[in-house]
């Protein structure tokens, strides 16, 4: 029983990194009907960011910062420049677009950084583990982080009016330039966001798996799953799929299909969604637009 | 009413969807203060004529918007010298509350728009008891309720009215038509209200176009308008 706990609290943990990317992938999906598939990618190039900041001896969380900045501003150039042009092609034009960003910012992070392996350090330190041994300072640190930088997203959309017109740019554009909303400008504000969401969750799991070009593979598949078990037309639905993500696949990879095939829950679950409930547990059918 | 110059004047206004020519060189002018109508059967060319006010359409021609020429600005510079737009369709954030999509209508605004709000629920009571509720949930009555109160939270200078009575029932119309008489004679604004049921139209409007196929073939006050013989038998029906 006690293990069984174990497996759930630590699965809330790496799910909590999930839910950041799960709810980047939302973002994103809501503003232009397209998934962002080179999500993950972005996030680990921004924790080599960081890692060459306090490699070159800048203080964690002063790289931490910076590395925000740095990728909020990546996120904005990025959409505007190499995305906007993408706005109104065909799916699949966009999907291979998105695919081919994943593979380039791979190449780019291999050839600059090489494929080995790299540690990146927690700031939560590495005393003995709290709980009674079941969650290491950093999961517990880590799960704070993301719970925080979440609480401030979502506050942001609800009670900003810049979040509002966030919001109201992606869900009705062209209404949004009646009112005057600048809808470009929304749209890439959003892209900025999402990358610097997801550098977060990149730098939060980089010390738990070790810092590698490939490294954020896995963690996209379970944050898509996790984005379309919630609904990938609902922000609170991601997060809560993404936390799910955590504890399925730790409790599948402990008790049902062991850890070598635990990757294969996250493409059940997105197979059994699409199948048996498209629009997720909190999303709703998109509503047309006239 | 009518001042001496007119807040929004369209001279040899042509508009196209790409290759689609829809707008063959229209004149009118709505005067400032004033309630001009454009009428005119479905697919004439008057949601296309809002379009090109808004640059949501390509024109040529002159649009002169207080003494300015606007054509193909951006829309959101448009709604930025407060031209607030009641779409074709209504326009509703679907997925945003009643008071989100009322915020969202003030959204170029400087100054507080706390007072606005209540002023709307003057206007429309019926919003008021559904502040906190997705406009998704409305009526199409309340929805169009809620797309005259968004539009006049940018502060109009100039309103634009894309057929406010289209698909509701007969009472719903006549208590818009009847708040939109009380938001006319108590805001300081000129209206440029486009409607297929003219003689709706008529009773609110002191100047009138009639558009056929992208052109204006008659117009003049609304009284010369509705006395006319050949636009009773076509669009008034008596
Ligand atoms: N997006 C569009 N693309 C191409 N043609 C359009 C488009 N919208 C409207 N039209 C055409 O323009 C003409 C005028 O349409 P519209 O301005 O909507 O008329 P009205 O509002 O008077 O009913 C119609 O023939 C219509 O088919
Ligand atoms: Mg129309």
């Known amino acids: 029983m006690e293990g069984v706990l174990h497996q759930i609290i630590s699965g809330i943990a790496t799910g909590s990194i999930y839910a950041s990317i799960s709810l980047a992938l939302v973002m994103i999906f809501l503003a232009t009907h397209h998934i962002n598939f080179a999500q993950g990618e972005m996030a680990m190039f921004s924790t080599y960011i960081a890692l060459t900041l306090i490699q070159a001896g800048v203080p964690y969380w002063g790289a931490f910062v910076l590395t925000l900045v740095f990728s909020f501003v990546g996120g904005l150039v990025m959409q505007r420049t190499l995305l906007e042009p993408l706005a109104r092609a065909p799916v699949l034009a966009s999907v291979g677009a998105f695919l081919g960003l994943l593979l380039i910012f791979n190449n780019i992070a291999g050839w600059l950084f090489t494929y080995t392996l790299q540690p990146f350090p927690t700031p939560f330190g590495t005393g003995a583990p709290i709980l009674g041994g079941m969650l290491s300072r950093h999961e517990l640190g880590s799960t704070a982080v993301t719970l925080v930088v979440l609480t401030a997203v979502w506050a942001f959309f609800r009670y900003t009016k810049l979040g509002l017109a966030l919001r109201g740019a992606a869900y ?99 197979v059994v969604v699409l199948v048996v409930k498209p629009t997720g547990l909190f999303g709703k059918a998109l509503a047309s637009r006239v | ?70 054509n193909n600005l951006p829309t959101e510079a448009i709604a930025a010298m407060r031209v607030g737009h009641v779409p074709d369709g209504r326009g509703t954030f679907m997925e945003l509350t009643v008071e989100e999509n009322l915020r969202l209508g003030g959204y170029t605004r400087r100054d507080s728009i706390e007072p606005d709000l209540e002023r709307m629920f003057g206007y429309f009571p019926k919003l008021k008891d559904r502040f906190r509720q997705q406009a998704g949930t409305l009526s199409g009555g309340e929805q169009q309720m809620l797309a005259i ?81 050949s636009v009773r038998r076509s669009y008034l029906g008596y």
């Open chain 2, 149 to 229: 109160a968004r539009a006049l939270m940018i502060k109009p200078r100039l309103l634009l009215l894309d057929e406010p009575s289209f698909g509701l029932a007969p009472l719903i119309v006549r208590e818009i038509f009847g708040i939109m008489k009380q938001i006319i004679a108590t805001e300081r604004t000129s209206i440029l209200l486009v409607e297929q049921n003219a003689s709706l139209a008529l009773t609110v409007a002191d100047m009138a176009y009639l558009l056929e196929t992208g052109k204006i073939v008659m117009s003049g006050s609304a009284e010369e308008i509705r006395r006319d013989e």
């Open chain 1, 172 to 270: 009705n554009p062209v209404s949004s330039r009646l009112v005057g909303v600048p809808v470009a400008r929304m749209l890439a504000l959003g892209w900025g966001l999402a990358a610097a969401i997801g550098a977060i969750a990149g730098m939060m799991v980089a010390p738990i798996v070790f810092l590698d070009p490939n490294m954020m593979g896995g963690v996209l598949l379970y944050a898509f799953a996790g984005a379309l078990l919630g609904g990938i037309t609902s922000p609170l639905g991601a997060v809560v799929g993404g936390v799910l993500m955590g504890v399925i696949e730790n409790i599948a990879g402990a008790y049902v299909v062991g850890t070598e095939l635990k990757l294969t829950t996250a493409l059940v679950i997105i």
């Open chain 2, 1 to 70: 009413m009518a001042d001496a110059a007119p807040i929004l004047e369209a001279k040899g206004l042509h508009a196209a969807y790409g290759p689609v020519r829809v707008l063959h060189g229209i004149d009118f002018v709505v005067n400032t203060g004033g309630v001009t109508a454009l009428l005119g059967a479905n697919g004439a060319g008057k949601t296309t004529t809002l379009r090109a006010i808004c640059g949501m359409v390509r024109s040529t021609g002159d649009l002169m918007f207080d003494g300015r020429r606007i």
